[in-house]
Nanobody, 124 residues
Framework: QVQLVESGGGLVQAGGSLRLSCAASGRTFSTYNKGWFRQAPGKEREFVAVISWRGDHTYYADSVKGRFTISRDGAKNTVYLQMNSLRPEDTAVYYC?????????????????WGQGTQVTVSS
């Protein structure tokens, strides 16, 4: 069973940057699509970004497009989320997960093996 562990969250001022990491145990992680999601207090978990297992396709939520970049390092079994120009509305717990679908899906229900999450707080 794959375990995912997120790190890199913290407190940052608006306009700042953070890079989140999601490290996976288990060799099969490389053959899965990887996604980042977030959940703000009182809100539902929402899609942020996904990268295909080959790394050749990426998709982003409109709210983060142009500011966030998802990438992966197959050798390290790790997926990253570079977050620039952060805004207070980006404050949330960020989770990574994997999907075994044939395409880089954005549907939360297609993802599993969720990590425990990492808190990102953006102050104004």
């Amino acid at each position: 069973q794959v375990q995912l562990v997120e790190s890199g969250g913290g407190l940052v001022q608006a306009g700042g940057s953070l890079r989140l990491s999601c490290a996976a145990s288990g060799r099969t992680f490389s053959t899965y699509n990887k996604g980042w999601f977030r959940q703000a207090p009182g809100k539902e978990r929402e899609f942020v970004a996904v990268i295909s297992w080959r790394g050749d396709h990426t998709y982003y939520a409109d709210s983060v497009k142009g500011r966030f970049t998802i990438s992966r390092d197959g050798a390290k079994n790790t997926v990253y989320l570079q977050m620039n120009s952060l805004r207070p509305e980006d404050t949330a717990v960020y989770y990574c997960a994997r999907s075994g679908t044939a395409w880089a899906t954005t549907k939360i229900s297609d993802f599993g093996s969720w990590g425990q999450g990492t808190q990102v707080t953006v102050s104004s």
